[in-house]
């Protein structure tokens, strides 16, 4: 293994949500409100009744996968790609949701039974997890690395699903590592949280899967990105813009090896998933059962509501996610946290000049010089922005975080490589990544 001492040490923030080891299971909401996903066939219309966890959507490719209702009801609206149904508070599960007698054992198998599922990659991507498994298993890795670190801070969902479904999760990591053919599976988790390590091995004991091992990585962020895993793992150093599929290892969210067991073992489509509703503002913050479509004040509800008005509500950790205006938007299940934070902890300063301090510097896990790079974003100055390695920035935030200047650092280094990949498809018929590769 490599250790990982770059990045930032973040506050965890999390004993709020870990009072209790109980996943609280809420009621079904009034409605829910569903989005379907670009050129996806509906299967549905207006008035239909579906049952929790009915079909909804065909997918359209190989990137799709179907929606299944979350709730059981009247279907009220089908327009603007969104599927709206009317909770009937039954809770009627459809009936082909039932424990699998018959565990299948052959990777195709497997796969089929993950994409008819529409389990989706639920560490914040959103992408499809068959085909994110299929495209793993054509490059043939040597190992499935788990992510079990969660470092942000607040969030603690992961931890939930460690404490209650341990077996579970181990037989979920199994089936992946036979899906995707990797030779053995390593579950990382992170040196803050030994313990979940130690439950793992103590159920692990009686399973006997032998391919399985767990490690202690850094607790230091962004140590759950997929390449620095990566790196870790195997002792190899990647360059700039490489996959961790170029270290033969394929990673995977611990709530998406759930969701997988789910779908093989109990036949259960993903439209739930476990999020921690928590943040200062909060007056009741704990780790629920979301299902798919709800609103997030609905969840600020449940959870007693606000102790104070908070200065931006968060789909995601603090740290990654996506500030949201309207607490009647949409959960979306590769959220795994709603946060409602308060003025002291959001960075909402107005931008100041740069004191030349070094701290991105020293946080940047790509030691990347990410100052250097927005001034030449700013000037336009796309051959320094190259040369200094634009194309590897993976937009963790770290150097936000850390930047005593408040400069939007991430969002400036985004729009350069959108505008840089405008200019040369543009002016010189050559892509970004063919321009990287003769300045590497």
């Not at 609280?24 to 049952?51: E, M, N, R, W, Y």
């Not at 789909?315 to 309207?326: K, T, W, Y």
Request: aromatic share 6%; proline share 6%; net charge negative.
């Amino acid at each position: 293994m490599r250790p990982f001492f770059k990045g930032i040490q973040l506050p965890d923030f999390e004993a709020s949500t870990l009072l209790t080891t109980q996943i609280f299971a809420p009621k079904s909401p009034p409605f829910v409100t569903l989005h379907v996903q670009a050129g996806s066939k509906i299967l549905v219309c207006q008035g239909d009744v579906v049952c929790v966890g009915s079909r909804l959507t065909d997918p359209n490719d190989f990137f799709s996968v179907p929606i299944h209702a979350s709730t059981s009801g009247k279907v009220v609206r089908v327009s603007n790609g969104e599927i709206q149904i009317e909770s009937d508070v039954l809770d009627r599960l459809d009936p082909s949701i039932h424990p699998r007698l018959l565990i299948p054992t052959a990777p195709d198998e497997i796969l089929d039974l993950i994409r008819e599922a529409g389990v989706i990659d639920l560490g914040g991507s959103g992408a499809s997890t068959y085909q994110a498994l299929l495209t793993a298993r054509t490059n043939e890795p040597k190992i499935l690395v788990i992510d079990c670190c969660q470092l942000e801070p607040f969030v603690t969902a992961d931890d939930m699903l460690i404490l209650n479904f341990a077996a579970e999760i181990l037989k979920g990591v199994e089936l992946l590592r036979v899906a995707c053919g990797a030779a053995r599976a390593v579950i990382a988790v992170s040196k803050a949280k030994s313990e979940m390590r130690e439950i793992l091995n103590s159920k692990n004991y009686n399973l006997k899967f032998s391919s399985i091992e767990t490690v202690i990585v850094s607790n230091r962020y962004p140590q759950n990105q997929k390449e620095i895993l990566a790196e870790t793992i195997t002792g190899k150093i990647l360059k700039w813009g490489e996959l961790a599929s170029s270290a033969g290892v394929h990673v995977e969210n611990l709530a998406t090896v759930f969701a997988c067991y789910e779908a093989v073992y109990l036949n259960k489509p993903l439209f739930e998933r476990v999020v921690t509703v928590g943040g200062p503002c909060i007056a009741d913050p704990k780790n629920l059962w979301v299902r798919a479509g709800v609103s997030a004040k609905y969840l600020f509800n449940l959870c007693k509501g606000f102790l104070r008005d908070p200065e931006r509500v968060v789909l995601g950790g603090p740290v990654m996610g996506r500030a949201i205006q309207d607490l009647e938007t949409a959960m979306p299940l590769e959220a795994q946290a709603l946060l409602a934070l308060p003025k002291e902890i959001v960075n909402s300063h107005a931008e100041e000049p740069c004191i030349r301090c070094g701290h991105c510097v020293d946080a940047c896990p790509e030691a990347l010089l990410p100052e250097t790079l927005v001034r030449a974003v700013r000037k336009a100055n796309t051959e320094q922005a190259l040369e200094f390695g634009i194309h590897g920035c993976t937009e963790c935030n770290a150097c936000v975080y850390v930047c005593p200047s408040h400069i939007p650092i991430v969002q400036v280094i985004r729009e350069g490589k959108q505008k840089f990949q405008n200019t040369y498809a543009e002016t010189q018929g050559v892509s970004i990544e063919e321009k990287v590769a003769e300045v590497v």
